[in-house]
């Protein structure tokens, strides 16, 4: 073939892809975008995974589950979920079951088709599960470069990829840098790689991306770090591992990278716990999209702060360790928390309220704060504790509090709200749409799909919870142990608890009495009411 036919065979090759005659996508099928796996993670030694035929990443976690994450854009993803040592599919799951996924064993593979981002759990066999997240396309990635960008590869701040060379001053400095930048809300731009680094301080007007494969690290010994507070029950020191500074405002932590926590290595070997996101006295906040995972204490702390919103994450906590929530809403305002998936051994999704004296507050800046105007949306909860819970901690009013259109993979409790320390009141609250598919495990002595009770654990009284409404509850499992609602006294009852379209197991059409809902566990209660 002579050299100008060559080129003319190129020329014309390269028309065509230009033209999208070929490599393009099929109309009406789903871009998807992998992510590469980190230096310092494994992949799986149980699942391979293919999106459209394009590999994904499975990346081995727990003993309890893997996780693999992909973006798509809009359309069919056919999903391949290999079993790695051939054994034959002979039973799965996949949730949330309100989606109602079909799917089809051929041999060793799992295949099903989704038709939007979503978040799933799948079970194959008798494996550890495996978390999907898939995630809509990233539409806002900004570019590595440009006016306004301060990219931590580059200089000056020219961070390498290594998770023994620490990035703390070089990533600090650029964040500085971005809250200075005199154009606008500069961008923080973390590209694919390991960084390790200690303390972090978010400051105004500024955003933190994490790119696709990024991973901020935690890492180093107590003596390393800042000291914020004191776990007393725990007999462990707590540090505010990347935290806004008080008053900021305007900030975004956004991207598809991974801020890891690595608490089971520093509660283990350091005895040092750490808040992964600690969102302090500040107006403005926004987290979206990125995997949080093996936090050393309450992984995402919103505390005395107004106007946040927490969207897209991923919170990929542990089973074997304890005091490792997911997002705890702290005395703050106006919060909305939608479409994520939380996995922990303690309560993925809460709210709470304290007072300064309680230990790991003693250093919260501001002034305690009513809690109101908290939404939890389009959620998915795994949890050996409550699925969605308000308290324990009531130490300040708590009121429009709603839970919607959310699935409790599994917990030992659906949803509850533990009145345990304070005196202050719960008021208007409302869980709307909840699917609770599992109820496995026990928490105290509870095994149940809710739970509405004042523990007094202080021996200061406690407050009241009031106008409270449970609506389009779907319990596919009701647990073992009866419903509870307890108030103290006769004087501090639980009032105003309304029951509406809950569908239990075993019953056709939507429960019409306590006793069919199985919130049969009552004391000092006053104007209870259940309504198909």
Same mark, same amino acid.
């Given at each position: 073939?002579?050299? #100008?036919?060559?080129?003319?065979?190129?020329?014309?090759?390269?028309?065509?892809?230009?033209?999208?005659?070929?490599?393009?996508?099929?109309?009406? !099928?789903?871009?998807?975008?992998?992510?590469?796996?980190?230096? &310092?993670?494994?992949?799986?030694?149980?699942?391979?995974?293919?999106? #459209?035929?394009?590999?994904?990443?499975?990346?081995?976690?727990?003993?309890?589950?893997? /996780?693999?994450?992909?973006?798509?854009?809009?359309?069919?993803?056919?999903?391949?979920?290999? +079993?790695?040592?051939?054994?034959?599919?002979?039973?799965?799951?996949?949730?949330?079951?309100? /989606?109602?996924?079909?799917? +089809?064993?051929?041999?060793?593979?799992?295949?099903?088709?989704?038709?939007?981002?979503?978040?799933?759990?799948?079970?194959?066999?008798?494996?550890?599960?495996?978390?999907?997240?898939?995630?809509?396309?990233?539409?806002?990635?900004?570019?590595?470069?440009?006016?306004?960008?301060?990219?931590?590869?580059?200089?000056?701040?020219?961070?390498?990829?290594?998770?023994?060379?620490?990035?703390?001053?070089?990533?600090?400095?650029?964040?500085?840098?971005?809250?200075?930048?005199?154009?606008?809300?500069?961008?923080?731009?973390? $590209?694919?790689?390991?960084?390790?680094?200690?303390?972090?301080?978010?400051?105004? #007007?500024?955003?933190?991306?994490?790119?696709?494969?990024?991973?901020?690290?935690?890492?180093?010994?107590?003596?390393?770090?800042? &000291?914020?507070?004191?776990?007393?029950?725990?007999?462990?020191?707590?540090?505010?591992? &990347?935290?806004?500074?008080?008053?900021?405002?305007?900030?975004?932590?956004?991207?598809?990278?991974?801020?890891?926590?690595?608490?089971?290595?520093?509660?283990?070997? #350091?005895?040092?716990?750490?808040?992964?996101?600690?969102?302090?006295?500040?107006?403005?906040?926004?987290?979206?999209? $990125?995997? !949080?995972?093996?936090?050393?204490?309450?992984?995402?702390?919103?505390?005395?702060?107004?106007?946040?919103?927490?969207?897209?994450?991923?919170?990929?906590?542990?089973?074997?360790? =304890?005091?490792?929530? =997911?997002?705890?809403?702290?005395?703050?305002?106006? +919060?909305?928390?939608?479409?994520?998936?939380?996995?922990?051994?303690?309560?993925?999704?809460?709210?709470?309220?304290?007072?300064?004296?309680?230990?790991?507050?003693?250093?919260?800046?501001?002034?305690?704060?009513?809690?109101?105007?908290?939404?939890?949306?389009?959620?998915?909860?795994?949890?050996?504790?409550?699925? /969605?819970?308000?308290?324990?901690?009531?130490?300040?009013?708590?009121?429009?509090?709603?839970?919607?259109?959310?699935?409790?993979?599994?917990?030992?409790?659906? !949803?509850?709200?533990?009145?345990?320390?304070?005196?202050?009141? !719960?008021?208007?609250?409302?869980?709307?749409? &909840?699917?609770?598919?599992?109820?496995?495990?026990?928490?105290?002595?509870?095994?149940?799909?809710?739970?509405?009770?004042?523990?007094?654990?202080?021996?200061?009284?406690? =407050?009241?919870?009031?106008?409270?409404?449970?609506?389009?509850?779907?319990?596919?499992?009701?647990?073992?142990?009866?419903?509870?609602?307890?108030?103290?006294?006769?004087?501090?009852?639980?009032?105003?608890?309304?029951?509406?379209?809950?569908?239990?197991?075993?019953?056709?059409? $939507?429960?019409?009495?306590?006793?069919?809902?199985?919130?049969?566990?009552?004391?000092?209660?006053?104007?209870?009411?259940?309504?198909?």
């Amino acid at each position: 073939m002579s050299f #100008n036919l060559i080129n003319r065979v190129i020329l014309v090759l390269l028309a065509m892809i230009s033209t999208h005659q070929i490599f393009a996508i099929p109309p009406g !099928i789903a871009k998807i975008l992998s992510y590469p796996v980190p230096s &310092i993670y494994k992949t799986s030694s149980f699942f391979e995974l293919k999106v #459209n035929g394009v590999e994904v990443p499975v990346i081995d976690y727990t003993d309890k589950y893997d /996780y693999a994450q992909l973006s798509m854009s809009k359309g069919k993803a056919e999903f391949t979920l290999s +079993v790695k040592n051939g054994d034959q599919v002979a039973a799965f799951n996949i949730s949330p079951k309100k /989606y109602s996924i079909a799917g +089809v064993r051929e041999g060793n593979k799992l295949k099903f088709t989704i038709h939007k981002d979503e978040y799933l759990i799948v079970k194959v066999n008798q494996l550890r599960e495996l978390v999907i997240a898939a995630d809509a396309e990233e539409l806002n990635k900004p570019s590595p470069s440009g006016q306004g960008v301060f990219n931590v590869a580059s200089g000056p701040y020219t961070v390498v990829d290594s998770h023994t060379e620490l990035a703390t001053e070089a990533i600090q400095k650029a964040i500085d840098d971005a809250s200075a930048y005199k154009g606008g809300k500069g961008i923080v731009y973390v $590209p694919a790689g390991v960084y390790p680094v200690r303390n972090l301080k978010l400051k105004s #007007n500024m955003s933190l991306y994490l790119e696709g494969g990024a991973v901020l690290l935690f890492s180093g010994q107590e003596k390393d770090f800042k &000291i914020s507070a004191r776990k007393a029950s725990q007999n462990r020191n707590i540090t505010w591992w &990347i935290a806004t500074d008080s008053g900021a405002h305007d900030i975004k932590v956004f991207g598809r990278g991974t801020l890891d926590g690595n608490g089971k290595y520093s509660t283990e070997k #350091n005895n040092l716990g750490n808040h992964i996101l600690a969102i302090m006295h500040t107006e403005r906040f926004e987290l979206d999209g $990125p995997v !949080i995972r093996d936090s050393g204490a309450w992984a995402i702390i919103p505390t005395r702060s107004k106007k946040l919103v927490f969207q897209n994450f991923k919170l990929f906590n542990r089973f074997d360790m =304890g005091e490792n929530d =997911g997002i705890d809403v702290m005395e703050s305002q106006n +919060v909305l928390v939608k479409h994520a998936i939380g996995i922990a051994l303690d309560d993925p999704f809460s709210t709470k309220t304290w007072t300064q004296n309680t230990d790991l507050c003693r250093n919260w800046p501001g002034k305690p704060m009513v809690q109101s105007g908290v939404v939890f949306k389009d959620c998915i909860s795994w949890t050996y504790c409550y699925g /969605y819970k308000i308290g324990q901690g009531v130490m300040q009013d708590q009121r429009n509090i709603v839970f919607k259109n959310c699935v409790v993979y599994d917990a030992a409790v659906g !949803i509850g709200i533990h009145h345990k320390w304070g005196t202050a009141s !719960i008021k208007n609250v409302l869980f709307d749409g &909840i699917d609770i598919e599992r109820l496995s495990y026990q928490n105290d002595d509870h095994r149940t799909w809710a739970i509405f009770f004042m523990q007094n654990g202080d021996k200061k009284g406690s =407050g009241p919870i009031t106008d409270i409404l449970v609506k389009n509850v779907l319990v596919r499992d009701a647990g073992k142990s009866p419903g509870k609602i307890k108030g103290v006294s006769a004087a501090i009852p639980v009032s105003n608890l309304r029951f509406k379209n809950i569908s239990m197991p075993g019953i056709a059409g $939507p429960a019409s009495s306590l006793q069919q809902v199985k919130m049969t566990d009552t004391m000092y209660v006053n104007h209870i009411q259940i309504k198909k």
